[in-house]
């Protein structure tokens, strides 16, 4: 035992410790210098020279690709608004070497090349007209003045129309406030670019809090910005079903937690519009047997009733019955309808956090299972249930997603599903999953209602980081950050997503050597003032700082 005057002498010198960590010094200014000009994620290949152009928005102009092309015009707009950050006193000479590019008196400047007036865009083939797994995002992006006789030009190769989404983001992203509030810069470039990883997403949950479908929009726009590609839309769960069906309105009507709380048809089309144009998926997520409480209030006898010891019932529920016929009819038709309101072809099915209570206590589920030999195999029951529905969905010409219990405890083959890992040794069950020959996607450590967990520890994930050969490693599709929202809303969703969300979405997009965390600390810096010019109301990625009106 430590006597009682050694402990106090080693406390008192802890908090020393601490108080003089505390007085230690600090330089004025930002604690990371933003970068300027630099690209979130960092792209593949990317070459930069001294050379730069200066580029007027008003005397600029896109060929090809008119809806962004006029959505990249007001984001032009808005950044030659803006003018270069800088620290103030004894930092300023540090930020002006950290942030090199900065150019107050650029006409004078040697490596000026002149105005940068187009983009031209080389585009094959028609335009496809909605994202899908696996889709081309390649492209090559030149900025060059190889022709010096001529009107400088940058220009766009593309395969796909969803190549050229990612290409115009790349371009504005290498602009610089020239610091005359009228003109951009940007370098003579050179970026060969492709992702990583085809599925890039974000999970959004709309039922423990409801989120206006215009912070839904405001969410893409910044998944745009960082080449996410995938809305994980968890849009039900055990709190309110805000979600309206038409073939089955009570589901919203009793099931949401108000009338004005719920997603109308025109609401979910505006939203895979809105996704749509930016080179986003849907994925709709309807978690089932578990997580449907709220669906229980607008159908009666879906959900199993829980019995006391009496074998009466005490008036609580869980879980879907999946014993009844009539409910097996009415998932059917429901998922269905699904289908036809989501286009994407995957189709989050859940399956996660599956209780046995009311099933171990619900006379008519405890009579089926006897009946059929299986009393007491609660795992085979849910294994049945979920073969039954993936089996329906594919009928849908849906690929079904589903988190990783549903895959522990079920009975799939490779190629009924996709298996998505949030808990656990993630690692280890991926390498387990692949090996299988399952295609897999990760979201353990990228939780973003774990408000303790830094972009820094986010970033150092790798889906494929663990020893496999290349075929199993290519059944690593890619991964997703979670918002989950049982403590966000609209007042603060966009904030506790961004800049974080960013890290994973660098680490799903940019090659795997990419790992320096000191340049990534000073594109997010960056990034962060751009998110906020376009509306999005990111956190500090550092720390202290700021952004310049």
């Known amino acids: 035992m430590v006597p009682l005057a050694v402990l106090a002498a080693l406390l008192l010198a802890a908090a020393g410790s601490a108080h003089a960590q ?55 707009q808005q950044e030659s608004y803006s003018r270069p950050r800088s620290a103030p006193r004894a930092s300023a000479a540090s930020a002006a070497s950290a942030a090199p590019g900065r150019r107050q008196s ?14 031209r865009i080389e585009l094959p083939g028609p335009c496809e007209p909605w994202p899908y797994p696996h889709m081309d995002e390649w492209y090559e992006l030149l900025i060059d003045d190889k022709n010096r006789e001529q009107s400088p030009l940058a220009r766009l190769y593309v395969n796909t129309v969803w190549g050229a989404l990612r290409g115009l983001e790349t371009f504005v992203q290498l602009l610089s406030p020239s610091g005359d509030g009228s003109s951009l810069v940007v370098n003579v470039s050179a970026v060969t670019d492709s992702p990583r ?27 745009a910005a960082v080449k996410m590609n995938v809305l994980h839309w968890h849009i039900v769960d055990d709190q309110s079903f805000p979600w309206q069906s038409s073939l089955f309105p009570e589901l919203s009507e009793k099931g949401a937690y108000e009338p004005g709380m719920t997603y109308s048809p025109e609401d979910v089309r505006e939203v895979l519009q809105h996704a749509r144009m930016r080179g986003i998926r849907v994925m709709a ?25 009496a074998g009466r ?31 994407d072809r995957m189709l989050h099915l859940g399956g996660d ?37 993936t089996s329906e969905v594919q009928r849908l010409n849906r690929t079904p997603v589903v988190w990783q219990e ?14 998505h890992v949030w808990l656990g040794h993630a690692m280890d069950l991926m390498k387990e999953v692949t090996r299988r020959g399952f295609r897999a996607l990760l979201s353990e450590t990228w939780y973003l209602d774990h408000l303790g967990t830094s972009w820094q520890a986010m970033y150092r994930v790798d889906p494929r980081g663990f020893a496999a050969g290349p075929d199993q490693l290519r059944l690593v599709e890619g991964g997703e950050a979670c918002m989950w929202g049982e403590m966000v809303d609209e007042t603060n969703v966009h904030s506790r997503v961004w800049p974080r969300a960013a890290a994973v979405a660098e680490r799903l997009w940019s090659p795997r050597t990419t790992t320096d965390l000191v340049s990534a600390g000073r594109r997010l810096e960056e990034l962060v003032c751009r998110l906020r010019r376009r509306g999005v109301p990111a956190s500090p990625a550092n720390g202290p700082g700021y952004c310049p009106h």
């Open 22 to 76: 505390i007085l230690a010094p600090v330089p004025p200014g930002p604690s990371t210098f933003a970068s300027r000009g630099e690209v979130v994620p960092k792209p593949a290949s990317i070459n930069k020279t001294a050379h730069f152009y200066v580029l007027r928005p008003a005397n600029f102009q896109f060929v090809v690709l008119d809806h962004a092309i006029t959505r990249y015009m007001r984001v032009l």
């Open 106 to 119: 650029w006409r004078s400047d040697p490596y000026f090349r002149g105005h940068l007036t187009s983009l």
């Open 197 to 223: 990883f085809p599925h890039r997403g974000l999970l959004l949950d709309t039922s423990r809090h409801f989120l206006p479908v215009d912070d839904i929009k405001l969410e893409l726009d910044a998944m």
């Open 285 to 309: 997520e309807f978690d089932t047997p578990g997580h449907t409480r709220s669906w229980g209030e607008g159908r009666p006898g879906l959900l199993s009733a829980c019995h006391d010891v």
């Open 313 to 343: 019932p005490d008036g609580t529920f869980a879980n879907i019955d999946p014993t009844k016929p009539e409910n097996l009819d009415f998932l059917k038709q429901l998922f269905g309808e699904v289908a036809a309101a989501f286009p």
């Open 353 to 389: 956090e599956v209780p046995n209570f009311c099933w171990d206590s619900d006379p008519n589920i405890l009579a089926y299972m006897e009946n059929r030999g299986m009393s007491g195999d609660y795992r085979r029951l849910q294994a049945d249930y979920l073969t039954w529905l």
């Open 406 to 419: 549903a895959w522990q405890n079920g009975d799939f083959r490779p190629g009924d599903v996709i298996v």
